[in-house]
């Protein structure tokens, strides 16, 4: 009977736990690349400093089932870079040479469909110092009525940074402050952009003419160095021909010329304008008889309030009378505009008006603009030819849109979209002057779609309301339809629905709709009724899915100008199981062995949706190997969120291994998934799991170096040992034998001396028992071999170190192991003390520790728990070849 129950029970390979073992997303942000700094500020929020140019590093640890998804989000920063997204197992956000817009605040977002997503935030601050950036202004005024004129120069310093950069002024080598020289005037301006001081230099003097230098600094923060830029100020009188601009070049022979540009200005004109205003009064928009007229003129100058204007009639300069009036500054119009006025409009008045712009005692080209009053003046009027209201072209052709004006003058014609709020034209404006009335578009884009407005301009003319028409603007392009791509699943002789929409496209209508099964054409579908509206989809109905009718399928939907299609993949195919990963400790160390097992745990994805899952196949290859140990695994019927469960022994230490799983159903094979398991070293934890320290983690299970001895313990294996150590001495292998397990030992030669000591402490261990048992494995062969020692280090009162155990002197070319007894009485640390002999031929390995509650084995050696390395003649202890969890319910029946 009781063989009966080990044959039933061998054949159950997995646990199942109930229903709930989704759980929803938890995340946290932790940080790692160039930060200068992580500090908590304003109680709760995070702050990461790193400087410009450095590489951004944060890390998003989740955990939750199924695996959430991360995705990265910003603000406070550039629209360009607001949002930055990663894949669901790249948890990572790196920002390689991050810029100062990339500051702010960054946000990971994890969900996995389960309750509400986790969110968590963290505030970038992005440190840099610009080289700053001088600007020079002189003013000349007079003083005390004419006696003398006073030259002042202002050198203006402006920098961006972050933090706010601190400014020191210098004349020469000199620091410049106000106490110390009553000339000059140090001061922050208002209504700057970015930080700025100003250096005031008054009534120049002789010792004035010097060079200045503005050094900007951050005080040294995240390593930024200080930067500075000098100016040599001269008494050089600049002439008119002097304007334009400058460019800068410096090079040192080392990467690429550095260069800068400034542009001077002296006093110009540009871009002279009219308007002819009839009688405002009246709301008169014509010229006539015994009304007023008003004519304006404007130039764009620098500096404005400069310009002078001078009007003609016919030649001749106008002269002013009550009928003629001549104004500056008007209201209505622009600044600095000059206005001439005809009172009572007379047929004498009629003619040809020129005004003249100019700059008094500068040598700067007037600039004039000519108007023509006369009953043949007439306001404009505007319209589109006929046939051109509508203008369709195809995406990416060229097109024009027109518009004709008439009126004396004529004046030009502005461009604007009218359909989208705040749009722009193509130029990237929102107004676009064209001379001859016509909008001239290069490759245009289906975005261009809509209605343009044309309007007459309100200078080089009347100055009346604008006159207005409109130009219909249709971009024919492709479809685009939607699902692109879909995944249909299934179980079979159910129906399956296939639709294929149209989103978008010109014209905004089906023409036709073909479906292809494995790329041969199917039937047609039936067609659409003629007082019907165009479709905007099309469909295919499968009554019932089988074997033969499962696979791709396309339906290309056309509008004349292209086709887009639908892609279906249709399957009674089961979904990837979706693996577990928050499993408690998952590894499982076995101390008498060099193996260890895993928990695997997974949950069917979406089991209803097909046939229900039969089997499960099983591949588990170690990393680097090609043979792979195949296994199936029988199940009966799967729930959504059941926690399906498999342990995985015989796995070598330290290798690593890819799982496959693969579901199947009465349509077959479904989808596969994998992952890659990693052994992980336990930290020893005194509690009834007994686990053993293998050293194969670089963590050394929580061991660290003690920082008061004269040398450190070195962790090493066959494959990375010095070729060059020392002979007969210190073990060629692990206690498993096997070139890649790693064991900890003191390496005696030079400059070690005698009497030395190395010192490896455990992690702190709560008692919860009275007595403990160490055992452990040594290797202690050399004529110069030292001591190995074990202590206990007691923390209930301070730390007080005692001696467990100790062993001397050379012991052969053997791992032996011993058992030790402690008894701690409250918290405590163990101690490996290795001592160095008289010479190099003395290096310690200890390997396999594990930390027991209880007592110790009486039976001192067991001959399998002793190997003799090659060529002593012994064997190693065996290793067991075990498979799957029909060995653990043995082992379990057999206790």
Not at 340 to 368: K, R
């Amino acid at each position: 009977m009781e063989v009966t129950c080990l044959l039933l029970l061998a054949l159950i390979p997995f646990h199942c736990r109930g229903q709930g073992v989704y759980a929803p997303a938890q995340a946290q942000i932790v940080h790692a690349g160039q930060a200068c700094v992580v500090k908590e500020d304003n109680i709760s929020e995070r702050v990461y400093t790193i400087r410009e140019g450095d590489t951004l590093v944060l890390q998003c640890l989740v955990t939750g089932h199924p695996r959430p998804q991360v995705r990265w989000t910003k603000t406070a920063g550039s629209a360009s870079d607001k949002f930055q997204e990663t894949s669901v197992f790249n948890e990572t956000l790196r920002i390689e040479r991050i810029a100062r817009t990339q500051g702010g605040r960054y946000y990971c977002k994890a969900e996995n469909g389960v309750g509400v997503p986790a969110i968590k935030s963290i505030r970038v601050d992005v440190q840099y110092l610009d080289e700053p950036v001088l600007t020079v202004h002189q003013t000349v005024s007079d003083v005390r009525g004419n006696f003398y004129q006073e030259k002042t120069v202002f050198l203006r310093c402006t920098v961006n940074s972050n933090p706010p950069a601190r400014f020191i002024w210098k004349r020469g080598s000199d620091t410049l402050s106000h106490s110390q020289d009553n000339g000059v005037d140090i001061y922050e301006p208002l209504y700057t952009q970015g930080e700025t001081k100003v250096l005031k230099l008054k009534n120049l003097r002789p010792q004035d003419y010097a060079s200045y230098t503005c050094q900007v600094s951050v005080r040294n923060v995240c390593g930024i160095p200080d930067k500075a830029i000098t100016f040599r100020l001269t008494n050089i009188t600049v002439q008119a021909q002097d304007s334009g601009y400058y460019n800068c070049t410096a090079t040192n022979n080392v990467g690429n010329p550095a260069k800068k540009t400034v542009n001077l200005l002296v006093r110009s004109m540009r871009n002279a304008t009219f308007q002819v205003t009839p009688d405002v009064i009246k709301e008169s928009e014509n010229i006539q008889l015994g009304q007023d007229l008003k004519l304006s003129c404007h130039v764009d100058a620098v500096p404005q309030e400069k310009v002078t204007y001078q009007w003609f009639k016919n030649g001749k300069p106008a002269r002013m009378s009550k009928r003629l009036l001549v104004t500056r500054n008007d209201p209505e119009l622009p600044a600095v505009t000059s206005s001439l006025e005809l009172i009572d409009l007379h047929f004498s008045d009629y003619g040809t008006y020129l005004c003249v712009a100019s700059f008094p005692g500068a040598p700067v080209p007037d600039l004039a603009v000519e108007v023509n009053i006369s009953s043949e003046t007439v306001p404009p009027t505007i319209s589109v030819p006929k046939g051109r209201a509508v203008v369709t072209v195809r995406e990416g052709s060229p097109a024009e849109l027109q518009c004709e004006v008439r009126g004396k003058p004529r004046p030009p014609v502005l461009w604007s979209r009218v359909d989208k709020e705040a749009a722009l034209l193509p130029s990237g404006l929102p107004l676009e002057e064209t001379p001859d009335g016509k909008l001239r578009l290069e490759r245009v884009s289906r975005d261009m779609s809509g209605t343009y407005r044309c309007q007459t301009a309100r200078y080089n003319g009347f100055n009346v309301r604008p006159r207005e028409a409109q130009v219909q603007l249709n971009v024919q392009f492709p479809p685009e339809v939607e699902p692109s791509s879909q995944d249909v699943r299934q179980a079979l002789g159910r129906p399956v629905l296939l639709r294929c929409s149209l989103l978008r496209g010109g014209p905004q209508r089906i023409a036709s709709a073909v479906w292809r099964f494995k790329g041969q054409l199917l039937p047609p579908p039936p067609a659409v009724p003629a007082a019907a509206e165009a479709p905007d989809h099309a469909e295919l109905r499968l009554d019932a899915l089988t074997r033969d009718s499962s696979g791709s399928y396309e339906c290309s939907v056309s509008n004349d100008v292209g086709s887009a299609a639908c892609l279906f993949q249709v399957s009674a195919k089961a979904y990837s199981p979706e693996f577990y990963f928050d499993t408690p400790n998952p590894t499982r160390s076995h101390k008498l062995s060099k193996n260890y097992s895993y928990v695997l745990q997974w949950t069917q994805r979406e089991p209803g949706a097909v046939d229900p899952v039969l089997n499960y196949r099983l591949s588990v290859r170690q990393l680097n190997q090609h043979n792979a140990m195949v296994k199936a695994i029988p199940v009966r019927r799967v729930e959504k969120g059941q926690l399906l469960e498999y342990i995985l022994t015989d796995l070598r230490v330290p290798h690593s291994y890819e799982v496959r799983l693969t579901p199947y159903t009465t349509f077959g094979a479904g989808d596969m998934a994998s992952r890659v398991i990693h052994y992980t070293e336990p930290i020893n934890s005194p509690n009834l799991s007994d686990n053993t320290c293998h050293f194969e983690d670089e963590k050394i299970c929580g061991y660290t170096q003690d920082l008061t001895d004269n040398f450190d313990w070195t962790r090493q294996n066959a494959l990375t040992q010095n070729p060059k150590r020392s002979p007969n001495t210190g073990p060629p292998t692990d206690i498993s034998g096997t070139p890649e397990g790693y064991y900890m030992f003191i390496e005696t030669s030079r400059p070690r001396e005698l009497g030395d000591r190395a010192r490896l402490v455990s992690p702190l261990y709560n008692a919860s028992a009275k007595f403990y048992c160490v055992s452990f494995f040594y290797h202690m062969y050399g004529k110069h071999i030292g001591s190995l020692n074990l202590l206990v280090r007691s923390r209930n009162k301070g730390a007080l170190d005692t001696h467990a155990w100790s062993l001397s002197g050379n012991k052969g070319n053997v791992w032996q192991q011993a058992h030790v007894p402690i008894n701690p009485g409250g918290p405590f640390q163990i101690i490996f003390e290795g001592v160095r002999g008289s010479g190099y031929l003395g290096d310690i390995a200890i390997d396999d520790v594990t930390l027991k509650k209880g007592e110790c084995p009486r039976k001192q050696m067991d001959p399998n728990k002793v190997v003799v390395m090659p060529g002593s003649g012994a064997a190693r202890r065996p290793c067991p070849q075990l498979w799957g969890p029909t060995a653990v319910v043995l082992l379990a029946l057999q206790r």
